[in-house]
């Protein structure tokens, strides 16, 4: 079962040469102003919006998990139009990009499957909080194996204990997907997103629930408590708004890209 594309051409282009020339000139633009901190890290937060918006964020995250070595990750990402109890894995043996496809990591798959007992719900994968990240995998990291986990009504220790499990084997990586506050004025969505910067700063679960709106709150949750008893450091590394890249200021969508390390 090969997990298809859903939302090329609309989310990110559909043709592999426009992605390259977005990572090009997000990393050209991001070195032209600061350096990429040198931390080694198998656990990002990142973004999930167009790549116009939100791509720039997404893409330091991606080159710091480029550095880390590791080529196995599981995706987990909120789902945004299918309801359902818990949270989906399905064994798809490939995942489709402009790029090329990805190979589905067999070995991720039978490890969640068997201490997990999760169900697949396939018309929850038509995900695009989950796809729009399959692009820079397949570039920033060279023969990497993935799995999606995309989840619904789910609590945070549950993925907190998915991801806690991931992170104990040292050659594998989570990347959680998220995007913060939506369609506020730019003053409300940079008090309201400030909420969730400190309390992933600060590695603070009851900071979340002061105000934070991300739409992968559960998500963000379950990789700050697992953070914690991971004993692991965050790093903020990029934030920014829609009105960054649309001048929209009245309705305006929060981006962040985080890590976690040693």
């Known amino acids: 079962m090969r997990r298809e594309m859903s939302v090329n051409g609309a989310f990110y282009p559909g043709r592999a040469i426009e992605i ?3 990572f090009e000139h997000f990393s050209t633009t991001y070195d032209e102003e600061t350096v990429l901190p040198d931390v080694q890290s198998r656990a990002v937060i990142v973004p999930h919006a167009g790549y116009i918006y939100s791509g720039y964020s997404a893409n330091v995250a991606y ?3 480029q550095n880390s070595g590791v080529k196995k990750f599981v995706v987990i990402g909120p789902s945004h139009k299918v309801g359902f109890d818990g949270v989906s894995l399905c064994n798809f043996t490939a995942y489709e990009t402009p790029l090329g496809d990805i190979e589905g990591s067999d070995f991720l798959f039978q490890k969640l499957k068997e201490r997990f007992h999760l169900s ?4 929850a994968h038509a995900e695009h909080s989950t796809e729009v990240q399959f692009p820079f995998i ?3 990291i060279e023969d ?7 989840y619904s009504y789910a609590s945070a220790k549950m993925l907190c204990e998915i991801i806690d499990f991931v992170l104990n084997e040292k050659e594998c990586g989570v990347i959680i997907s998220t995007d913060l506050s939506h369609f506020y004025t730019l003053s409300n969505a940079a008090r309201l997103d400030n ?11 009851k900071r979340l629930h002061d105000g934070c709106e991300a739409c992968g709150m559960i998500g963000i949750e379950a990789a700050l408590l697992s953070a914690k ?3 692991l450091k965050s790093l903020l590394l990029d934030y920014r708004t829609s009105a960054d890249a649309s001048s929209d200021t ?10 976690f390390y040693e």
Request: with cysteine; glycine share 4%; net charge negative.
């Open 138 to 140: 397949k570039h920033y």
């Open 63 to 65: 080159r710091i998990l």
């Open 229 to 231: 008893k991971q004993g």
């Open 144 to 150: 990497a194996e993935i799995v999606e986990l995309v």
């Open 20 to 22: 390259e020339r977005y």
């Open 195 to 205: 909420i969730c910067l400190e309390a992933i700063e600060r590695l603070d679960t």
């Open 250 to 259: 009245q309705r305006v969508v929060g981006y962040v890209s985080a890590c």
């Open 120 to 123: 697949c719900f396939a018309e």
